[in-house]
């Protein structure tokens, strides 16, 4: 990994043609091992594709999510949606994942990342912003921590949809 500057970044909305980026961006960190966590439990499983990123709807009105670029190649990024949630139903922006190129790691890309969806919450009146993090996954807890985010009081059961 890299730490060095490579360069002025520039945050922006994410759209559509960024898909590829993001899928490249992603695939290089796939193989990076978090202590603890078992890869199956993360988002950090199969190659994401392109149908997934696209059903997502980049730029489209419910979309939050950001692209990180140093000299006007994509290095990074944070895939947001609003989502509506809760009683009384709430808005609230919802962080899915936060992707940094590993060359261009620990320069304070993540950090504007969620400044920028911050940024835009605040813009469109939504009051929350919630990152979904493996409880075990305790160095990208700690991150969110650092950023001011807090554990929040809600618990999270799933059960498989078949059988």
Known sequence: MTTGNKGEIKIRPMDRGDIDAVITIYSKTREEKIPGVKRSRLSYRAALTYAEVALTDPGGPLDLSFVAEANGKAVGFIWSRLAYVGIPIDEVGIIYMLVIDPDYQKQGIAGKLVDALRKRCRDRG??????????????????????????????????????
């Open 126 to 163: 939504v009051g929350t912003v919630r990152a979904v993090i493996d409880e075990r996954h305790w160095e990208l807890q700690n991150y969110f921590q650092k950023l001011g985010f807090h554990r929040s009081e809600l618990v999270i059961y799933t059960k498989a949809a078949e059988g």
